[in-house]
């Protein structure tokens, strides 16, 4: 099914061949966590759930507000974030620079989720610039959260200081 969807979107047959963009299984254990910035109810898996609402509970006790951008996303949904952006005018290697091919994004996990906090725009690098960034810098490791993709990372995705996830 994968090869297929990949060929059907333009993505290399080499893609997530040499080791760094591994295929993840999509979680089926989800909970619904609230709703994103623009309404969209968000799931995670369970464990991650429970962990996300603790270090989100413990930063507004620090006077940090933590805001879901995304969780869970189907192997159909990161296909269809593909497709719009391909009929947008973008370039299938420009594209796998930001997004994962389907069945290779982490949020198929249930474990990752993208963050934001008022006063920063959602999925810039200007997150980093943010008092909720340098309190997940400090603080995100207590609740097993790690970012993903810092600058330089082994997957080659562009630098995400907004993306996180809970170790396995």
Known sequence: MLRELHAELGIPEDYGQDGTRPVYEEATDLVEVG???????????RGT??????MRDAAAADGITLLIVSGYRSVDYQARLIRKKINAGQEVSEILAVNAAPG???HHTGRAIDIATPGSRPLT??????????????????????????????????????HWALAT
């Not at 759930?49 to 603790?54: L, N, V």
């Not at 340098?134 to 080659?156: I, Q």
């Open 35 to 45: 709703p994103n910035l623009v309404g969209r109810t968000q799931r995670l898996a």
């Open 49 to 54: 759930a429970a962990r996300w609402a603790e």
């Open 104 to 106: 290779h994004s982490e």
């Open 125 to 162: 690098e200007e997150f980093e610039d943010s008092a909720a960034f340098g309190w997940l810098r400090d603080n995100a490791g207590k609740y097993g959260f790690s970012m993903s993709y810092p600058r330089g990372n082994a997957a080659g995705f562009v630098y995400e200081p907004w």
